[in-house]
Antibody, heavy 129, light 109 residues
Framework: EVQLVESGGGLAQPGRSLRLSCAVS????????MHWVRQAPGRGLEWVSG????????GYADSVKGRFAISRDNAKNSLYLQMKSLRPEDTAFYYC??????????????????????WGRGTLVTVSS | QSVLTQSPSASGTPGQRVTISCFGS????????VNWYQQLPGTAPKLLIY???QRPSGVPDRFSGSKSGTSASLAISGLQSEDEADYYC??????????FGGGTKLTVL
């Protein structure tokens, strides 16, 4: 079955860390760029980070740059998001999403085609004291 | 505050044609293609339109997209009750980041 399954969410205090994982199955993982997109409860979508097929190109939203780190392990068919120095405004559902492209080119193509044709169900991160 | 601007809400009656607009700037929509996502209540988003006007397989031809200058539109014809959802436009930005619209909540009256 083609699917993405996120895990690792939960409650964290401000300033602490969490690591999200996304387990992939049903398609050739290392043919595709991957992304994390978040959605605060009742709010809109926000792109968080993206990574090319070979981890050669990585991008972050300004709101998380310097605090979050995206990575992938193609041997394990897994995508990760290491989140540090968490803030209350990081509270959201975090979705991993599959790009239709592989990325690795120049400009915006470095992170894929920017079309997300498969999404996980999301994992909720709550940052609160 | 989202980089791309959408009206918060839209509505229509069954069978009607509805249009949802998305406004950006030269650094995003004006330079790159636009994608649209549909998010049904309580579910993950789904790719509805990519590259301005292309439909992934399985998306009904009632859904169509267009782009002109720094704005884009999603049109839904023959509106059905199951189309009630949130719709998001998305594009790339020269600042090397992905950008979404704030979303439009479509109500089928």
């Amino acid at each position: 079955e083609v699917q993405l399954v996120e895990s690792g969410g939960g409650l964290a205090q401000p300033g602490r860390s969490l690591r999200l994982s996304c387990a992939v199955s049903g398609f050739t993982f290392d043919n595709h760029a991957m992304h994390w997109v978040r959605q605060a409860p009742g709010r809109g979508l926000e792109w968080v980070s993206g990574i090319s097929w070979n981890s050669g190109s990585i991008g972050y939203a300004d709101s998380v740059k310097g605090r979050f780190a995206i990575s992938r392990d193609n041997a394990k068919n897994s995508l990760y998001l290491q989140m540090k120095s968490l803030r209350p405004e990081d509270t959201a559902f975090y979705y991993c999403a599959k790009d239709t492209g592989s990325g690795g080119g120049g400009g915006p193509a470095a992170l894929g085609n920017w079309h997300f044709d498969l999404w996980g169900r999301g994992t909720l991160v709550t940052v609160s004291s | 505050q989202s980089v791309l601007t959408q009206s918060p809400s839209a509505s229509g009656t069954p069978g009607q044609r509805v249009t949802i607009s998305c406004f950006g700037s030269r650094s995003n929509i004006g330079s790159y293609t636009v994608n649209w996502y549909q998010q049904l209540p309580g579910t993950a988003p789904k790719l509805l339109i990519y590259n301005n006007n292309q439909r992934p397989s399985g998306v009904p031809d009632r859904f169509s997209g267009s782009k002109s200058g720094t704005s884009a539109s999603l049109a839904i014809s023959g509106l059905q009750s199951e189309d009630e959802a949130d719709y998001y436009c998305a594009s790339w930005d020269d600042s090397l980041k992905g950008v979404f619209g704030g979303g439009t909540k479509l109500t089928v009256l």
